[in-house]
T-cell receptor, first 115, second 118 residues
Framework: ETGVTQTPRHLVMGMTNKKSLKCEQHLGHNAMYWYKQSAKKPLELMFVYNFKEQTENNSVPSRFSPECPNSSHLFLHLHTLQPEDSALYLC??????????????FGPGTRLTVL | AQTVTQSQPEMSVQEAETVTLSCTYDTSESDYYLFWYKQPPSRQMILVIRQEAYKQQNATENRFSVNFQKAAKSFSLKISDSQLGDAAMYFCAYRSLRDIQGAQKLVFGQGTRLTINP
């Protein structure tokens, strides 16, 4: 596996289910991100982890719970979601540097549908 | 807070022709980075080109170039000799340098869907 991988690629869940999205990066990066991509809206940054520490929580509802056990893995735990949470969830990673211009590498995303 | 606006939800161009995608942004900062990302259908988003705000020279990557107008806060992407593989969603993004040692926080525009007509 190379780059940034995400599983599952597609997920359909009911509002009472609990599920988790997984992201893995094989690039040796030390920062990871969760984004939400909804139709006709800009990508929304949800969470940022820098050296495994959460440095950003962009006012995300508590029904989304991130976990970063190490610098290569990132999870997004989902519970009691709403239909409006249906979207493409993208994971990304980057290498932190003083210049801050390092490219973010994105995974293919998980297409989530909440019924 | 910074905002990024892409006013063209959709664009189309004939193969081999040139197309320009628009992007404007709002910021009070003087140092920052700007990016164009490409998201092909059902494929991963990739970086197309980046521009440092302190550089006056416009960035160029092969057939892709930008027109960076700092005073106007405009950052358009020009694609020359368009190819079928250029069909994708294109996102403009802004990166503040205020939190220079922190993780990157990109602010994205709404995207422009580019169609290439054979």
């Amino acid at each position: 596996e190379t780059g940034v991988t995400q599983t599952p690629r597609h997920l359909v869940m009911g509002m009472t289910n609990k599920k988790s999205l997984k992201c893995e990066q094989h690039l040796g990066h030390n920062a990871m991100y969760w984004y939400k991509q909804s139709a006709k809206k800009p990508l929304e940054l949800m969470f940022v982890y820098n050296f495994k520490e959460q440095t950003e929580n962009n006012s995300v509802p508590s029904r989304f719970s991130p976990e970063c056990p190490n610098s290569s893995h990132l999870f997004l735990h989902l519970h009691t979601l709403q239909p409006e949470d249906s979207a493409l969830y993208l994971c990304a990673s980057s290498e932190q540097g003083l210049l801050g211009d390092n490219e973010q590498f994105f995974g293919p995303g998980t297409r989530l549908t909440v019924l | 807070a910074q905002t990024v606006t892409q006013s063209q939800p959709e664009m189309s161009v004939q193969e081999a022709e040139t197309v320009t995608l628009s992007c404007t942004y709002d910021t009070s900062e003087s140092d920052y980075y700007l990016f164009w990302y490409k998201q092909p259908p059902s494929r991963q988003m990739i970086l197309v080109i980046r521009q440092e705000a302190y550089k006056q020279q416009n960035a160029t990557e092969n057939r892709f170039s930008v027109n960076f107008q700092k005073a106007a806060k405009s950052f358009s992407l020009k694609i020359s000799d368009s190819q079928l593989g250029d069909a994708a969603m294109y996102f403009c993004a802004y990166r503040s340098l205020r939190d220079i040692q922190g993780a990157q926080k990109l602010v994205f525009g709404q995207g422009t869907r580019l169609t290439i007509n054979p």
